[in-house]
Structure formats: C-alpha cells, structure tokens
Nanobody
Framework: QVQLVESGGGLVQAGGSLRLSCAAS????????MAWFRQVPGKERQFVGI???????SLADFLKGRVIISRDNAKNTMSLQISSLKPEDTAVYYC??????????????????WGQGTQVTVSL
C-alpha cells in the first residue's frame, strides 16, 4: 500500500508559478513510477507528466516548456513545478503511483494509488 498526499496548491495569478509536492508513505518510491494528473469538474482526469523510477520524465505535450517534474527518493517525494500559469491550468492536481503492467501511463485507470488532490486556481 502506498499513501500519497499532495500539497502546495492555491490561488495564483496568471503568469505566476507554483510548486506542488507529493509525499508518499507506506513504501519507498525508489522503484515506483509516479505521475501527475489534473482534473476539472465534468472532465476526465488528464495526464500531466510522469516521473519514471529511473529518474526520467515524460510530459504531456501541451505542458512542455512550462512543467518540471522531479523526484527525491531519499525523502520519498515528487514535485511538480508549473510556470507561466494560465487560467486554463485551474484544476485539482493529483499524484499517482504504481502503474499496472502493460497498461501504458497516460490513462488514469492504469494507476493503482492516488492522493486526495490539491486545488490550483489561476486568476486573471
């Protein structure tokens, strides 16, 4: 079992930046792939990026250039830094861990563990 807790969300003006954190407990994340998703009401959870267990990252195309994902395995945490925020970035941001084998990584339903989410609101 892995417990995930996101933090760092809040209200930010357009053009600003934010750093979200995901703290894991119950298992070490060293050998776990972890990901960030976001969701707005009425829409499916949307892939943001993945921090692979080998420290590589893969990002959604629409966010490339604005997002950095990093992991600190010693602290069992992963972070998501978003810059040049836009109102359309407003969403609940979720951390996920452990992909199901052969399930890919973009769909939310291939991830086994989820945090409760943290709200990011970007104002004009």
């Amino acid at each position: 079992q892995v417990q995930l807790v996101e933090s760092g969300g809040g209200l930010v003006q357009a053009g600003g930046s934010l750093r979200l954190s995901c703290a894991a407990s119950g298992r070490t994340i060293t050998n776990l792939d972890m990901a960030w998703f976001r969701q707005v009401p009425g829409k499916e959870r949307q892939f943001v990026g993945i921090g692979w267990s080998d420290q590589r990252t893969s990002l959604a195309d629409f966010l490339k250039g604005r997002v950095i994902i990093s992991r600190d395995n010693a602290k069992n945490t992963m972070s998501l830094q978003i810059s040049s925020l836009k109102p359309e970035d407003t969403a609940v941001y979720y951390c996920a861990a452990e992909r199901r084998p052969n399930g890919g990584w973009i769909r939310a339903n291939v991830w086994n563990y989820w945090g409760q989410g943290t709200q990011v609101t970007v104002s004009l």
